[in-house]
Every structure is written in structure tokens, then in C-alpha cells.
């Protein structure tokens, strides 16, 4: 009897899932790429139709993989995924993916604390606060919208770096790290700028991450990412352990 076969008949269908991402993982069946048909399942893995159908129709219902009537099934292309609970360099993680980072600078400038800015950053209102806005691409489409706030005292020399050569999270991580970081993620409806700059259509909505970070010496940066919802994706996986004996720390 075949190994898979031999697994308890209602674990058997799983095995066959993790066989096709296993596979899809390892770039065999690419995003749009065909997967094998049933019938060529069955006959690799000697699994029933029924079995193998199961975990075809799973996938597919995970939005993993999409059925086209008299062509066959083929694996749908997932939105890239950046880590949540992590401080990520964009261009870092979208040069993993091996794809191609560009960046455009909107604009980068010093500019005086309002109310709200002097709050987050516990200055005086007007005092001298650095901002930068800059589009990050992948492959050509923008896939970011980074609106920054830097603290002079944090970052005296940003408003000297060309952000095209390096990225502003490389550059402020090249100063220090930070010791306390705060993330907050909103679904939310963009205004008409942030669409042009981003490219997409006004039905579209967005994922905001609002990020702030401290060092000893205080508030360093205040910023606001806006991703497209249909091009980017934010999530994380850890061990519960490790979790935990962070949290303990």
C-alpha cells in the first residue's frame, strides 16, 4: 500500500493539500500556473477522486487556487505579505520576493509642529518637525504610500539622504534602533491624492499602518503606510513560546 494511502483515511486529503502548496511554495505550479488535473493526481499520489477532489475544492475555498470551467485549475496569484509585528525594510522585502524596488520622493521637507505633532512628539507647536513623502513600487506598481514625521533631534541630517539610493526605515534603523515601537492597522477609504500616487481607482480601499517609535531619548518618528488592499497584505507567524518568553522579558 502507498505511504499516503496508508494515512488514516480522514487525514489523507490533507496530506494532498500540503503536497500542492508544498509544491506551489517551491515555485513548481507559479501564481496563474496550471496544477496537475485530478485524474493526474490520483495517478501520482494513488489517491481516491474523491480524496483528491476534497482538497482541491479546500484550496480553492481558500482562495489558493481557482477553477476555470474546461481548462483546469490553476493557482491564484496571493497578494504579497509583509510582517506585521516587525519594523520591515519594504525594498528588502520585496526584493525577496524577486521582484524589482523603486522609490519616488513626493516630497521632503521640514515643516512646523501643529497641535497634533506637537503631542506626539512633546515639543512646542511650531517647532521644526522633518517630513518626507515617498511612493515605493514593486515591479513598476506602487504598492506604498510612506508618510513620515522624523524628529530632528533623532535624525538631524534626514533631510540630507537621496531616499531613491536607500530606503528612510534602512536610514533611521542605521541610527538606532528603537526602543519601543507601536503599530495600528485601519482599513480605510484614501483620498483623491493618495490615489493618484498610489494608481488606483476610487472604488479601492487601503490598509493603513500607523507606526510610532521611541528611543530613550523620546518620540523619533511618527508615520502613516498606505498600502492598496489588493496589492499588499500584512500578517505574522510566531512561536507561542517565543511569544511568550518575549512578553516575560
Given at each position: 500500500?502507498n505511504?499516503m494511502?496508508?494515512a488514516?483515511p480522514?487525514k489523507?486529503?490533507?496530506q494532498?493539500?500540503?503536497?500542492?502548496?508544498?509544491?506551489i511554495?517551491?515555485g513548481?505550479?507559479?501564481?496563474?500556473?496550471?496544477?496537475p488535473?485530478e485524474?493526474?493526481?490520483?495517478?501520482?499520489l494513488?489517491?481516491?477522486?474523491m480524496?483528491?477532489n476534497r482538497a482541491?475544492?479546500?484550496?480553492?475555498?481558500?482562495?489558493?487556487l481557482y477553477?476555470?470551467?474546461?481548462l483546469?485549475?490553476?493557482?491564484?496569484a496571493?497578494?504579497?505579505?509583509s510582517?506585521?509585528?516587525?519594523?520591515?525594510d519594504?525594498?528588502e522585502?520585496?526584493?525577496?520576493?524577486g521582484?524589482a524596488h523603486?522609490?519616488?520622493?513626493?516630497r521632503?521637507?521640514a515643516i512646523?509642529?501643529?497641535e497634533t505633532?506637537?503631542a506626539?512628539?512633546?515639543?512646542?507647536?511650531g517647532?521644526?518637525?522633518f517630513?518626507?513623502?515617498?511612493?515605493h513600487?514593486?515591479n513598476?506598481?506602487?504598492?506604498?504610500?510612506?508618510m513620515?514625521?522624523?524628529?530632528?533631534?533623532?535624525?538631524?541630517?534626514?533631510?540630507d539622504q537621496?531616499?531613491?539610493?536607500?530606503?528612510?526605515?534602512?536610514y533611521?534603523?542605521?541610527?538606532?534602533?528603537?526602543?519601543?515601537?507601536?503599530?495600528?492597522?485601519?482599513a480605510?477609504a484614501?483620498?483623491?491624492?493618495e490615489?493618484?500616487l498610489?494608481?488606483?481607482?476610487?472604488a479601492?480601499?487601503?490598509?493603513l499602518v500607523?507606526?510610532r517609535t521611541?528611543?530613550?531619548a523620546g518620540?523619533?518618528?511618527s508615520s502613516?503606510?498606505l498600502?492598496?488592499?489588493s496589492?499588499?497584505?500584512?500578517?505574522?507567524?510566531?512561536?507561542?513560546?517565543?511569544?511568550?518568553?518575549?512578553?516575560?522579558g
Amino acid at each position: 500500500m502507498n505511504k499516503m494511502e496508508a494515512a488514516k483515511p480522514q487525514k489523507l486529503y490533507e496530506q494532498i493539500k500540503q503536497y500542492l502548496l508544498d509544491g506551489i511554495a517551491a515555485g513548481r505550479w507559479p501564481d496563474g500556473g496550471k496544477i496537475p488535473s485530478e485524474h493526474e493526481l490520483m495517478e501520482v499520489l494513488h489517491a481516491s477522486r474523491m480524496t483528491v477532489n476534497r482538497a482541491v475544492k479546500e484550496l480553492s475555498a481558500e482562495g489558493l487556487l481557482y477553477r476555470v470551467q474546461g481548462l483546469g485549475t490553476f493557482v491564484r496569484a496571493q497578494p504579497p505579505r509583509s510582517a506585521l509585528l516587525e519594523i520591515y525594510d519594504i525594498s528588502e522585502d520585496i526584493q525577496r520576493r524577486g521582484h524589482a524596488h523603486k522609490s519616488r520622493i513626493v516630497r521632503l521637507e521640514a515643516i512646523r509642529a501643529d497641535e497634533t505633532l506637537a503631542a506626539a512628539f512633546t515639543v512646542r507647536r511650531g517647532a521644526k518637525i522633518f517630513h518626507s513623502e515617498i511612493v515605493h513600487y514593486e515591479n513598476n506598481l506602487p504598492v506604498q504610500l510612506e508618510m513620515r514625521f522624523v524628529s530632528p533631534r533623532f535624525a538631524p541630517h534626514y533631510l540630507d539622504q537621496d531616499f531613491t539610493q536607500q530606503t528612510s526605515n534602512r536610514y533611521l534603523q542605521s541610527i538606532g534602533a528603537p526602543t519601543e515601537v507601536e503599530h495600528i492597522v485601519h482599513a480605510v477609504a484614501p483620498d483623491g491624492r493618495e490615489r493618484v500616487l498610489l494608481e488606483i481607482p476610487a472604488a479601492e480601499a487601503c490598509l493603513l499602518v500607523e507606526r510610532r517609535t521611541w528611543t530613550q531619548a523620546g518620540p523619533a518618528t511618527s508615520s502613516r503606510l498606505l498600502h492598496p488592499g489588493s496589492r499588499y497584505s500584512l500578517g505574522s507567524r510566531y512561536q507561542i513560546a517565543d511569544w511568550n518568553t518575549k512578553k516575560a522579558g
